[in-house]
Nanobody, 128 residues
Framework: QVQLVESGGGSVQAGGSLRLSCVASGLIYSSIYSTYCMGWFRQAPGQEREGVATVDSYGSTTYADSVKGRFTISRNNAKNTLYLQMNSLESDDSAMYYC??????????????????WGQGTQVTVSS
């Protein structure tokens, strides 16, 4: 079971930027990280957890319509680290952000049921 730890959240004004990171540990061997689909999700109070972005082992990415053109997901396999660059932040982006792993090379969309293990989350608050 992979352990995931997110960081980089905080408070920012609308229009600002944040970069989230998620470090994976507990891997059977380090290079196996590159074979996993990774994703970012978010959950605001009283709302369902929703998919934000995914990146598969080949580098293909998927984004929720609400963040397209503003957020960029990327990964550094040498560091077992996933990133989410968030620009032009809006108040609706305020939420707890979670990274997650799917033990497959291919991601199958933004549905949370496809992902097996999760981090504890990092809070993002955007003030208008």
């Amino acid at each position: 079971q992979v352990q995931l730890v997110e960081s980089g959240g905080g408070s920012v004004q609308a229009g600002g930027s944040l970069r989230l990171s998620c470090v994976a540990s507990g891997l059977i061997y380090s290079s196996i990280y590159s074979t996993y689909c990774m994703g970012w999700f978010r959950q605001a109070p009283g709302q369902e957890r929703e998919g934000v972005a995914t990146v598969d082992s080949y580098g293909s990415t998927t984004y929720a319509d609400s963040v397209k053109g503003r957020f960029t997901i990327s990964r550094n396999n040498a560091k077992n680290t996933l990133y989410l660059q968030m620009n032009s932040l809006e108040s609706d982006d305020s939420a707890m952000y979670y990274c997650a792993v799917r033990y497959d090379r291919i991601c199958r969309g933004l549905r949370r049921l496809w992902f097996a293990d999760w981090g504890q989350g990092t809070q993002v608050t955007v003030s208008s």
